[in-house]
């Protein structure tokens, strides 16, 4: 049975992701119940709250769930490209030192690059410094990627954010505790201690931070709503829809029982703020499962600005519960096949990726897709493609990001700004941009040129759109504008689309 190995990281490359529509219709909403373990979940712990700054408010805007106003100043869209290999980015640049990482981007509500990570080196820094300040760092970059408008140090490296889309305050996630930053990043609102792996922040200001295999939810304020501690499962990432009043919670669990013994087995909970359970998807129980040997996870998920649920999975294998509906494994998923680059066959054991989009009030699965890469010298075979990155723009492309073996399809034609890149090198940052209906890429492209890394966020809203990448062997694309640093952490920006 193919298994993803339970010691690795979730941070490392992995298998599968995306599982969106084929030609199947959307599934039944799941049935709200307890899981398989039920969580535990703890109600409001007493504690001095953090004081809100004058006028925050905590009323989400208009528009669909988690969407809030329409940025401002920002440029006009942009129109998909001729070929899905080839892209035009405005900027393309490493950031800061070698021994650094980019782990997150966001958009601001004004259209402003919102970049996470760890840097040393900065070219001409003069930082705010929040706390004790440190080499962990949010950067804030004009729309193009091109000019840095502020640097923000805070103690312990950053390893996720998210901008707030109605006021622009920056959740942020660092090995030390989790913070919320006033829109302008001058100032914490409000500060909690505890390594934080991923967080996520709502239209009203609710966040969500995970740290080991708990969800810790505050209020606009920082106050304790509730610790979600879903027993016996492993938690990768965490989004927050304050439209439906649910957080989200994904991963996996190990069970043994059934055919497959052991076997991993991705979920996605929905809880409301007090932590209580009102969906959840995949998840099944181990004797149901049938044939589906193959593990899976469910490494990210993200609101899309469309106000849609977006997933990032991985499975070791195309014989697993992606295969199948999120709500009930006797039914077909609704999955969208393409060509062989998203359908599992002659896959093996490779890890590949999944996506799915979801409706985030019921948990009904809208769409799914795989995503995987091929050895064209060994008859097509399907080689591994994993994602740490999930999220749709208004319109509800989706755009996903990782690491990928030899090679995502027309690899060798993969042209940015004009100039085509290197051939694979062990270990290509991809970047993918699916219409909406998922029946065509637009974008399918590499941003290592020559070197190898992992793409860690992408973002895309009000005509903007960029990806971060950990670098692990310098060799990415260097595009227009000046540098910002000579490895480590990279940024690649690009016009959204229409």
Not at 155 to 166: F, K, N, P, Q
Not at 203 to 231: K, N
């Amino acid at each position: 049975m193919p298994t993803i190995p339970r010691g690795r990281r979730w941070t490392a490359a992995g298998a599968g992701l995306l599982l969106l529509l084929s030609g199947c219709a959307p599934d039944p909403a799941p049935r709200a119940g307890a899981p398989t373990t039920a969580p535990t979940t703890t109600a409001p712990t007493a504690g001095a709250p953090g004081r809100p700054a004058a006028g925050a408010t905590g009323a989400p805007g208009g528009g669909r769930a988690g969407l809030g106003p329409a940025p401002l100043d920002c440029p006009p869209p942009g129109r998909a490209p001729q070929s899905a290999s080839r892209l035009d980015p405005t900027a393309g640049s490493y950031l800061g030192r070698a021994g650094g990482v980019a782990t997150a981007v966001d958009v601001s509500p004004t259209c402003q690059l919102v970049v996470g990570g760890r840097f040393a080196g900065l070219p001409g820094e003069q930082a705010t410094t929040i706390g004790r300040g440190g080499a962990g760092a949010v950067l804030l970059l004009d729309g193009t990627g091109r000019r840095l408008l502020r640097t923000v140090r805070v103690a312990g490296a950053v390893e996720d954010l998210e901008v707030r889309r109605t006021g622009g305050e920056i959740a942020v996630a660092t090995d030390r505790g989790v913070l919320l930053l006033d829109a302008a990043a001058g100032r914490a609102r409000w500060q909690r201690g505890g390594a934080a792996s991923r967080v996520a922040v709502g239209s009203a200001g609710t966040v969500a931070a995970v740290t080991g295999a708990t969800v810790t939810v505050y209020d606009l304020t920082g106050a304790t709503l509730a610790r979600i501690a879903p027993s016996g499962r492993t938690v990768s990432d965490v989004a927050v829809d304050d439209r439906s009043g649910l957080v989200f919670v994904s991963g996996f669990r190990q069970t043994s029982g059934g055919r497959c013994v052991p076997v991993q087995i991705a979920y996605v909970h929905a809880y409301d703020r007090r932590g209580r359970l009102r969906w959840r998807a995949y998840d099944h129980p181990a004797d149901r499962l049938g044939d589906l040997c193959a593990d899976s996870r469910a490494d990210r998920v993200a609101m899309g600005r469309d106000g849609r649920l977006y997933l990032a999975g991985e499975t070791a294998g195309g014989n697993s519960v992606f295969a199948r509906s999120a709500a009930d494994v006797g039914r077909p998923a609704p999955n969208v096949v393409t060509d062989d680059f998203s359908r599992a066959t002659n896959t093996g054991n490779a890890h590949h990726t999944y996506l799915a989009r979801f409706d985030p009030a019921s948990g009904r699965q809208l769409a799914g897709q795989v995503v995987i890469s091929r050895i064209d010298s060994k008859g097509n075979r399907g080689n591994t493609i994993t994602p740490l990155a999930i999220g749709a723009d208004e319109s509800g492309r989706i755009y996903a990001g990782g690491v990928s073996a030899y090679q995502i399809a027309d690899r060798s034609g993969v042209t940015l700004g004009g100039r085509r890149l290197a051939p694979y090198a062990g270990g290509d940052a991809w970047v993918l941009v699916l219409a909406p209906d998922l029946r065509r890429r637009l974008s399918w492209v590499v941003l290592t040129d020559g070197g190898t890394g992992t793409v860690r966020g992408v973002a895309a809203a009000g005509g903007v759109a960029a990806a971060v990448a950990q670098v692990d062997k310098a060799g990415f694309w260097r595009g227009p504008g000046p540098s910002l640093g000579t490895g480590g952490g990279y940024l690649a920006a690009w016009p959204g689309l229409g």
